[in-house]
């Protein structure tokens, strides 16, 4: 249905609970409100196409230099605990995109 929209790429720390499990339902709902006005939103229902561990701290790291503006910022040690790392699995999940919802035009 939404084939002209690309995969979502979402990183979160799922604290070792997906680490080689498969869930029968990959269907997915991910909601964003906006912390400034909360009337402002995004929501994707989709499906969970991929859970992968590569590159996922790269990812991490590059997030935290982009909403930073430090070049040099990493997140385990600058942003967030280093020894936080060793106790988590980072993973990015490739969400395929069903529905979008949202109440204001995105920029």
């Given amino acids: 249905m939404y084939r002209h929209l690309p995969r979502w790429l979402l990183h979160y720390d799922f604290a070792n609970k ?3 499990t498969r869930y029968p ?7 964003a409100i906006d912390p400034q006005n909360g009337t402002r939103f995004l929501e994707v229902r989709g499906e969970v196409t991929e859970i992968t ?6 990812h991490a790291d590059k997030q935290t230099r982009l909403y930073s503006n430090d070049k040099q910022q990493r997140f ?3 942003i967030y605990p280093a020894e936080q ?7 990015i999940v490739k969400i395929s995109p ?9 920029s």
């Fill in 76 to 78: 385990y040690g600058d």
């Fill in 25 to 31: 339902n990959p269907k997915v709902n991910v909601l």
């Fill in 18 to 20: 997906l680490k080689y």
């Fill in 53 to 58: 561990e590569k590159r996922a701290i790269a």
């Fill in 85 to 91: 790392q060793e106790k988590e699995t980072r993973v």
């Fill in 98 to 106: 069903q529905k979008v919802t949202t109440d204001a035009a995105i």
